[in-house]
């Protein structure tokens, strides 16, 4: 709250500050308001210029929209940002809420070891009701 707090203050004096904007909307997003997070990226995203916006700002508003449950809009934000393993997971993660099988498997193999990846795959096992297969993966992570 402290962090979001002084970041709005600066907004105040500088409401195009490009580093201030990420860093509010990461506050935000950290802080269970995706969507107020969610419209930051978007306003970062609409106001870039020159080269144009920084791609992650498409898969970090894909997040804040998977946790609105806003899938399709999710899935649509994260396919217009680069090929990132946090991309993958949500991608995953929708691929389960459309009950895609073909989508699931396709982003399951995609998926790594690094702790992130294997916390998406137990999660999907729980939520499919896999339950020893997401025990599994709990018992070997580090």
């Given at each position: 709250?402290?962090?979001?707090?002084?970041?709005?203050?600066?907004?105040?004096?500088?409401?195009?500050?490009?580093?201030?904007?990420?860093?509010?909307?990461?506050?935000?997003?950290?802080?269970?308001?995706?969507?107020?997070?969610?419209?930051?990226?978007?306003?970062?995203?609409?106001?870039?210029?020159?080269?144009?916006?920084?791609?992650?700002?498409?898969?970090?508003?894909?997040?804040?929209?998977?946790y609105?449950?806003?899938?399709?809009?999710?899935?649509?934000?994260?396919?217009?940002?680069?090929?990132?393993?946090?991309?993958?997971?949500?991608?995953?993660?929708?691929?389960?809420?459309?009950?895609?099988?073909?989508?699931?498997?396709?982003?399951?193999?995609?998926?790594?070891?690094s702790?992130e990846?294997?916390?998406?795959?137990?999660?999907?096992?729980?939520?499919?009701?896999?339950?020893?297969?997401?025990?599994?993966?709990?018992?070997?992570?580090?």
């Amino acid at each position: 709250i402290g962090a979001i707090t002084l970041l709005e203050f600066k907004r105040q004096s500088a409401p195009k500050d490009k580093t201030n904007l990420e860093w509010l909307a990461y506050c935000y997003f950290h802080h269970g308001e995706h969507r107020k997070s969610c419209e930051l990226y978007r306003e970062l995203v609409n106001s870039a210029e020159g080269d144009g916006p920084d791609p992650l700002y498409h898969t970090y508003m894909a997040a804040c929209l998977f946790y609105l449950s806003e899938y399709k809009e999710a899935e649509e934000a994260a396919l217009k940002g680069p090929s990132t393993k946090l991309q993958t997971r949500i991608l995953f993660h929708v691929a389960h809420k459309f009950n895609d099988e073909s989508k699931l498997m396709m982003y399951h193999q995609q998926l790594t070891d690094s702790t992130e990846d294997q916390l998406s795959l137990a999660a999907i096992h729980y939520l499919r009701s896999h339950f020893q297969e997401a025990t599994d993966i709990y018992k070997r992570l580090p």
